[in-house]
Every structure is written in structure tokens, then in C-alpha cells.
């Protein structure tokens, strides 16, 4: 999820102009000739779409936006089915929803946090805060949510049934907070800020566990974990994502792996597959890039958004991507056939690439075949947890000025 919105005021209270039909456009996608995926185009906001999710079972879609409404989209018909509004009076930052689907949890430039039934579309609760709130994220159990603050640079921790608050923490950054969100076991919660510094803080201990200060070298914008909780993807306006192994902390001594070259311009956003062999980023240039997480480059990039990438978000069965823009719209990309299209099969060809299995976790990897004198037997996470790698796998290599230097770790 972006952490800015570039220009305008996000607090101007200006009535938004009425939304185009709700009307779905089934197109061959992207500029690039090469990359022939079939898209569809879902109007129905009439601003800039902040955040976007799939919810049961990938046969909908939840979205949210500037225009300070949220809606529950039918995937297969590309129309709004619910419409949650009227109670938000500044843009919507971010939306998130409970597990089973029953609650969405809301955050606005209005200072506020509200909770909504899924199904009446009626609010349960509001918090209001001190000021701006920039993400919302409720746990994987439901029972509580995160909310970062531009007040204090705070972030506070609700109880997601009473919203009661059960923690808050004041300077938790040392600028806006961009992202905050639960890893999956709801026991920390990660943030990134435009201070480029990453933060996880415990839950049980009540406490900061983690500091990464530098962790890149402009406003890190969005995070996210693997489902298993044991890495974590930060997303950056240095144009590159780094994907972090916090189970192990092997990241203290040989730094994370570093993706680039995938984007032109500031990445807002990043979203890894439920297996985790694909990770998803958007961005400022207006593409969605799609990465082999499990080799460490940029397999396809989807063109066709008129502005900003805001979000992405892959379906359960990695079969749809699907990505909300500054330009008012939500794209639903068809990549079942992805690794097929032309341009995929020129970007493994270029990096003499064949399909191996990783001797540790047995999944399926794209070998880079880039120096035949490294034995490569493993996955990019396979050997991020290796306590006896000595080498940044290939490619991209992590430049020595973005490590993570001794003096800059906290733990």
C-alpha cells in the first residue's frame, strides 16, 4: 500500500465527482506486446483506490479510496455487490477484513479507525485519534487491530470486539508511518515509515524486539510477511524491495536479498502468493511487477494503468492478480498462463534459467544459471536461512553501501 498520495490535500472535503457505470472491460493486457495477459477493468470509485484484497475464497473483492467509500466487488460479474459509505468524511488509507470475512477493518485521513459488518454493510465502531491514520490492519485471529498514526508517529493497537485500546505507542518512528501489519502467528507487529527504518514490536513483551535503521535508502512505503511469518518484503521509493529473514535473523550478518531493476519508479506496494513463490509489487511507474521469489528476479511486468500502482493483492490459487491505481480504477490480471507469455519466457531465456528443485524445502525454483562455477541446490529462502551462506544469491547482488551495518541493528 502507498504511503503517500502525491499532490493535493488529502483532508480537502470537496463533494467527489459521481463514479462511471459500474461497467467491466475485458481486454489483452499490457503495452509490451510481449506480455499478453488478459485483464479486466472494474470502475466504480471515482478517486484514487488506496487498497484492494481478495475475500472469500477469490469470488470477491474488497476495495477502498479516496472518494471515502469501501466496496465489495463480485469478481466474475466485475461489480460492486455492497457498498460501505457515509461515514467516512476524508479519503480512506487502507481496508482490511477478518479471516472469515465477517468484519473490514477501516483507516482515514478523518482520524479514524471504524469496524463494519461484511454483510449489513452497517459500522460497528469508531476510534477516533489525534490525527492522520495511514494503515489499518487487523490480526489473523480477528481479536485486534493496528492502526499507524501521522500523530506522534504512533502506532496503537485496538482491541478489534470492545475497541478498547490495548496498546499505544508514542514515537514509534521518527516520521510518518506508511505500513504497519500483524505477522501471522499475531504476535508482532511490523512497521515502515518514511525514516527508512523498519520496527517489529512485540505484543506479549509489550516492546520493540527489532530495529533496522537505513534499511534502504528512501521512504519504505509498504511490508508484508510470508504466511508462514518467517520473511518479511519491504517495498521502497528506492525503487527496490528487500526481502528479510526475521525468523532466523540471518539478515544481521549478510544483509537481505535485494530485488531491482524491476521498477522505474517509487514502489508502493508488495504482496507475496500464499506459497510464497511469487511476490507481487506496484508502483509509481504505473506497472505491476511479478518476481520468482524463489530465484530473485522480475519474471513479467503488466502494463495498462492510466497512474500510480496504490496496492496488489494475488488470489489464493495464484491465478489473479489484482491491483488498484491513483487513476480511479481496480485491474483483475489472468497470469494461470503467465510463465507462458512471450515476455516471461525472454526474461528466463536472458538469464539462462531452468526449473530445479531445492534439495532442503523440495519446491520448485528457477535456476540461474549465471556462474557455472556456484553449485546453486537451493531457493533464495532456502539459503537466506542457511547459516552457512558466505554469498548474496544471485541475481541482483545487494550493493556493500545498502548492508545492514553492525552499529544500525537493535535487537
Known amino acids: 500500500m502507498a504511503g503517500a498520495s502525491g499532490g493535493g490535500d488529502p483532508l480537502a472535503l470537496e463533494e467527489p465527482p459521481q463514479p462511471r457505470p459500474s461497467q467491466p472491460e475485458s481486454r489483452l493486457g499490457g503495452q509490451d506486446r510481449l506480455a499478453q495477459i488478459h485483464f479486466k477493468i472494474l470502475r466504480g470509485h471515482c478517486d484514487t483506490v488506496s487498497s ?18 469501501v466496496k465489495l466487488w463480485d469478481v466474475e460479474k466485475g461489480v460492486p455487490v455492497q457498498v460501505f459509505e457515509e ?33 449489513t454493510g452497517k459500522m460497528l465502531w469508531t476510534v477516533d485519534q489525534e490525527g492522520l491514520v495511514t494503515s489499518c490492519n487487523i490480526s489473523c485471529d480477528g481479536k485486534y ?84 511469518g518467517h520473511y518479511l518484503c519491504t ?18 550478518y549478510h544483509g537481505p536479498i535485494c530485488l531491482n531493476q524491476g521498477h522505474e519508479g517509487s514502489v508502493s506496494s508488495c504482496v507475496f502468493s500464499k506459497d510464497a513463490s511469487l511476490l507481487v509489487s506496484g508502483a509509481y511507474d504505473k506497472t ?75 519446491k520448485p525454483f528457477s535456476l540461474l544459471q549465471c556462474d557455472d562455477s556456484e553449485a546453486v541446490t537451493k531457493c533464495v529462502f532456502c539459503r537466506l536461512a542457511s547459516p552457512s551462506r558466505n554469498i548474496l544469491p544471485l541475481p541482483p547482488i545487494v550493493a556493500p553501501d545498502l548492508k545492514i551495518l553492525p552499529n544500525r541493528l537493535f535487537v
Open 235 to 252: 517495498a521502497s521509493w528506492d525503487k527496490t524491495l528487500k526481502i528479510w529473514d526475521i525468523k532466523t535473523g540471518e539478515f544481521r
Open 288 to 362: 505491476i511487477a511479478l518476481w520468482d521469489a524463489g530465484a530473485g528476479y522480475k519474471k513479467l511486468a503488466l502494463k495498462g494503468h492510466g497512474d500510480w500502482v496504490m496496492d496488489v493483492a494475488v488470489s489464493n490459487n495464484k491465478k489473479w492478480i489484482l491491483s488498484s491505481s491513483k487513476d480511479a480504477t481496480l485491474r483483475l490480471w489472468n497470469i494461470e498462463k503467465a510463465d507462458h507469455v512471450p515476455a516471461a519466457i525472454e526474461s528466463r531465456n536472458t538469464r539462462c534459467s531452468k526449473i530445479a528443485q531445492c534439495e532442503e524445502c523440495e
Open 87 to 119: 461515514e467516512h468524511t476524508a479519503p480512506i488509507s487502507e481496508c482490511s477484513l477478518t479471516p472469515d470475512n465477517k468484519r473490514v477493518i477501516t483507516s482515514s485521513y478523518d482520524k479514524t479507525v471504524k469496524a463494519w459488518d461484511m454483510e
Open 145 to 228: 487491530v493496528v492502526s499507524g498514526l501521522d500523530m506522534e508517529n504512533a502506532i496503537c493497537v485496538t482491541d478489534a470486539v470492545n475497541a478498547t485500546t490495548v496498546a499505544y505507542v508514542q514515537g514509534h518512528h521518527r516520521s510518518t508511518i506508511t505500513r504497519c501489519c500483524f505477522d501471522p502467528d499475531n504476535e508482532r507487529v511490523s512497521s515502515v515509515s518514511s525514516d527508512k527504518t523498519i520496527k517489529l514490536w512485540d505484543i506479549i513483551a509489550q516492546s520493540t524486539t527489532i530495529t533496522i535503521d537505513e534499511a534502504h535508502t528512501n521512504v519504505i512505503s509498504d511490508c508484508c510477511f510470508t504466511i508462514d
Open 52 to 69: 484492494c484484497h481478495f475475500c472469500f475464497e477469490d469470488t470477491k473483492i474488497l476495495s477502498c479510496s479516496y472518494d471515502r467509500t
